[in-house]
């Protein structure tokens, strides 16, 4: 028998994997409440959307995994810009609880809408990468989880260079400071919004084409949303490092709660990692503190 | 007094048209399970499965000459639901029974609610033992199974056929599966001396297991049983390969499907489980092949995972209700049709529905109210749920309460 801390590694290294699925979730949704101060409860649908997108582009067009990967950000990315349109910009200037329930209503407008044609019969994709352990030290983890660690890694990357070196990224950094003054700039505020919206669900989408080989694709998978959205609050809801360290903090404690604790309380881990943050930093681990002028 | 005449005939006709009318009303079943939610596959299962057999009811004249129609109710597997599920059923739509396709929490709920409302329960997928031990007259358990039966079934094949001393158990948290794991998990102990090393729960819904599995790879088990629903199930078990566990899984009956080796893959090679229904999807039984065959034409693009075995179970439990409904005649109550259910002795559908497939085990109701206490064993090779011919299941002793200890 293992000893019970020998699997210390093991379990941080798992939650990690988990994590990183949870902190994709939650920088979708901090992407779209930094530009546009709503929090996108239909987040979780888009990681459905994308996972359901592959196995159609898999399936029905025959394409490669990999070519289905991108083509899945894209008809993601549309997707948002679609429902930016139709749902949130008509409400632009609707109380933000109207607008946050509009997504909601998005979201099992989206759910309810994949059962009909599909029902909830679990469907599934092959992924590129293989699912035997490779054993690195103490540790195994399989290709398909690592491939996950690394291209969350790789897109954290590219998110921050894009905000800092593309004309695009600067013009939504400075949306996210001040609208008005980014429209005075000749930036168009509705627009960079469009396009906040479609990064923010394009990443939900890609959590969906990464997570769909390991477990399945099901209208239920949108249920990531729980881990993603405390992962965000955890982080400070407003800043990208946060959204990760968030993230992994939940899969990582989850996991040690579930042995050392127990695997009843594994659910509740994320709920009072949020109680515990949400009293001691109000903020968040990485929020900026917000002060509202009177 | 000719215009009296007249008044009376067209009096009498009327009276004779409006009892004609009666006759040929509609028999409305209510039918409740989880439409949606993770657990939609039961529901939405048991719900096609019902349909199917009433479409061939119907096509067969129906039910002493009324056709019977069902309104399916989604309780999305919560008990919090089912309440509400059951009084729409009973006090809104008045329907005339009720056919339960869902998930024990619900299950047990709806049953309360039936015996409140007089309304004939014929539970065809659920397994608690809290459904027949409410004694009422009105619950009958239809082509399922009482988890005691698998219970004692599953600590003989551990026990005595597995031959193993040290489990490990994972099992969701849900009614059902907690309910079978800690009656096995008791029963192992207590005649077979098996030690349990641990046992993990889980969530529906659940996507990572690695705490779970862990504790259970740190434990070091000879077998790890495995108890819940087949989704979740099927995660577990392939993560439990990228963790390294090459252990034996024991599962049950949830996860004979063709779902659970889609989404499982390779690593559901070796999978052992328990089975209620005879027949199951893939099977080349002359019976299923039919089934197989009718349920494509009904349905033509269902789904990977269907039929399965809660389609199979409410199809024969469909069955099994109109039978009672013949049995009881043309003056139909809920009290005739509790009574014609009763003289159920291994009734099969084919033997007094000839166009009905014998796709259950054969139902019994005269002395107790749980129809059913066969199940058999399965293991998956080469991608593939084979029988294990060589264990032969008892049929379990668990004394049910006898009908006439049942009150109305």
């Known amino acids: 028998m293992e000893d019970l801390f020998d699997i210390v590694p093991q379990l941080v290294v798992s939650g990690i994997a988990a994590g990183a699925l949870y902190a994709l979730v939650a920088i979708g949704l901090v992407l779209i409440y930094i530009a546009t101060d709503i929090v ?54 609707s109380p933000p609880f109207t607008v946050i329930l509009a997504t909601l209503a998005i979201g099992l407008i989206i759910k309810n809408g994949i059962r009909l044609v599909w ?17 690195i ?60 919206w479609a990064l923010g669900t394009a990443l939900g989408g890609l959590a969906g084409m990464l997570i ?83 | ?90 006090e809104s739509d008045k329907v005339f029974a009720i056919l339960g396709g869902g998930l024990s929490n619900v299950a047990i709920v709806v049953g309360g609610e039936a015996q409140r409302g007089s309304t004939p329960y014929l539970n065809g997928s659920a397994a ?42 994972m099992n969701g948290a849900d009614e059902f599966s907690q309910t079978l794991a800690d009656n096995v998990v008791r029963g192992i102990k207590d005649r077979f001396g098996v030690e349990t090393l641990t046992q993990q729960r889980y969530n529906p819904g659940d996507t990572d297991f690695s705490s779970q599995l862990l504790a259970v790879r740190r434990s070091a088990p000879e077998h790890v049983l495995m108890f819940g629903l087949y989704v979740e199930a099927a995660r577990a078990v392939k993560q439990a390969r990228e963790l390294g566990i090459r252990t034996p899984v024991k599962g049950d009956t949830s996860m004979m499907n063709s779902g659970f080796l889609t989404v499982a893959g390779p690593a559901a090679e070796g999978v052992v489980v328990d089975y209620v229904p005879p027949y199951f999807n893939g099977n080349a039984a002359p019976a299923m092949v039919e089934f197989e065959a009718r349920y494509k034409k009904r349905y033509p693009s269902y789904p990977v995972d269907r039929p399965n075995y809660v389609d ?40 007094t529905w000839p166009g009905a497939v014998d796709v259950i085990h054969p139902l019994t109701f005269t002395d107790s109210h749980a129809g059913n206490r066969r199940l058999s064993y399965f293991r998956v090779t080469k991608g593939r749920f084979e029988p294990i011919a060589d264990f032969k299941a008892p049929i379990p002793s668990t004394r049910f309460p006898a009908n006439d200890t049942l009150s109305w």
């Open chain 1, 40 to 93: 996108n409860f239909a987040q979780g649908e888009s990681v459905t959307v994308g996972a359901y997108m592959g196995w159609l582009f898999i399936t029905e067009l025959h394409l490669p995994y990999l070519l289905a990967l991108p083509a899945v950000m894209v008809g993601s990315a549309l997707v948002g810009v679609v429902v930016e349109r139709v749902a949130y910009r008509p409400l632009l200037k």
């Open chain 2, 312 to 351: 199979v179970y409410n199809y024969g439990t469909m069955y099994a209700l109109a039978e009672g409904m013949k049995r009881a005649g043309t003056d139909l109550t809920g009290r005739s049709l509790v009574l014609a259910l009763e003289t159920f002795k291994d009734w099969q559908a084919h033997s």
């Open chain 2, 128 to 169: 608690s033992p809290k459904i027949i031990d409410a004694k009422s007259r009105w619950v009958f358990n239809g082509a399922t199974i009482d988890i005691r039966d698998i219970a004692e079934n599953d600590i003989d094949f551990i026990g005595d056929y597995l031959k193993v001393k040290k489990v490990a158990v």
């Open chain 1, 212 to 294: 769909a080989p390991l477990v399945g694709i099901n209208t239920e998978l949108g249920d990531v949303l729980v881990p993603g959205f405390v992962a965000a609050v955890v982080g400070g809801f407003t800043s990208i490092p946060g959204a990760i360290v968030g993230g992994v903090m939940v899969g990582v404690l989850e996991n040690l709660a579930g042995v050392y604790i127990s695997s009843s309380v594994k659910q509740v881990v994320p709920f009072v990692v949020l109680l515990t943050v949400l009293m001691v930093l109000p903020s968040g681990l990485f929020g900026a503190k917000r002060r509202k002028m009177v």
């Open chain 1, 137 to 196: 030290g103490p540790v195994l983890l399989t290709p398909e989880r690592l491939a996950i660690m690394v291209t969350v890694a790789v897109v954290v990357v590219l998110l921050a260079l894009f905000f800092r070196f593309s004309r695009l990224g600067r013009a939504m950094r400075a949306t996210a400071q001040s609208q008005e003054a980014a429209a005075l700039m000749g930036i168009s505020v509705p627009g960079i919004f469009a396009r906040t």
């Open chain 1, 119 to 135: 029902q909830s019969t679990p469907r599934t994709i092959e992924g590129v990468f293989s699912a035997e352990p490779l054993e």
């Open chain 2, 1 to 90: 007094m000719q215009s009296r005449r007249r008044f009376i005939a067209a009096a009498a006709g009327t009276a004779l048209l409006a009892r004609r009318a009666h006759a040929a009303e509609d028999i409305v079943i209510g039918y409740h399970g989880p439409l949606t939610g993770p657990a939609s596959w039961v529901g939405l299962g048991g719900r096609d499965g019902a349909l199917m057999a009433i479409g061939e009811i119907n096509a067969a004249g129906g039910v002493n000459g009324r056709r019977v129609r069902m309104i399916a109710y989604d309780d999305a597997g919560k008990a919090s639901e089912a309440e509400t599920v059951a009084r729409k059923m009973i």
